[in-house]
């Protein structure tokens, strides 16, 4: 009986026949971090409203592997940023490359609370070298947050790694040198859209 998969031992390890590849997406789609309850939140699923044609075309752009390598989406609360990163992430994943989608808080406080051990170092790697990254509402507090988002960042920077993040803030709330980065690997795009969670569905 064909599983999908290949060898024994621990792990999943995965055949290159249809079945194994889409045991394998299955598997990456359960680790990506996207949640179960957002996983309609493809592309394809986005409907789109005034202001937010650009945000949506460039998310298009990203999930096709051409050159827009860095992704940063920008704007007002609620327009559907979250929508179109968990999108080009499952996008990614269905053509076959791993994605993991992280919020900047829930991401700074796991760090936090392996401050120091190995556990962390592991965790800063997998970040850094995950084939795409999606930091969702980038965000720190303390100068020891940013140096480990900058750390990450950096490392994918170096590497030229795929990235996608959102923000709530403006551009010049950023650092300069974050937001140059951005442009040169991709591109930074203001999302214009309003609050869809005023009685709207994405």
């Not at 998310?59 to 704007?75: D, K, V």
């Not at 990235?163 to 551009?171: G, K, P, Q, S, Y």
Request: hydrophobic share 40%; aromatic share 6%.
């Amino acid at each position: 009986m064909d599983t999908g998969q290949t060898g024994g031992g621990p792990g999943n390890r995965y055949c290159d026949c249809e079945l194994g590849q889409s045991r394998q997406r299955t598997e990456w789609l359960r680790s990506s971090g996207v949640p179960t309850a957002r996983q309609n939140e493809t592309l394809a699923a986005f409907t789109s409203r005034p202001g937010t044609a650009e945000a949506l075309a460039a998310a298009q752009e990203a999930a096709s592997a051409g050159t827009l390598r860095w992704l940063l989406l920008y704007g007002g609360v609620g327009n559907g940023k979250t929508h179109l990163a968990n999108g080009i992430a499952m996008a990614s994943i269905e053509a076959g490359k791993r994605a993991r989608v992280v919020n900047s808080l829930v991401l700074l406080s796991d760090l936090r609370a392996v401050s120091g051990t190995p556990a962390q170092s592991l965790h800063l790697r997998e970040l850094a070298t995950i084939p795409l990254l999606v930091v969702d509402d980038l965000i720190w507090a303390t100068d020891l947050e940013a140096r480990w988002l900058e750390e990450v960042l950096q490392r994918r920077y170096m590497d030229k790694r795929p990235l996608v993040a959102t923000t709530n803030r403006d551009l010049k709330e950023l650092p300069a040198p974050l937001v140059s980065r951005f442009w040169e690997l991709g591109r930074a795009v203001l999302n214009k859209g309003g609050d869809y969670r005023r009685g709207v569905r994405l």
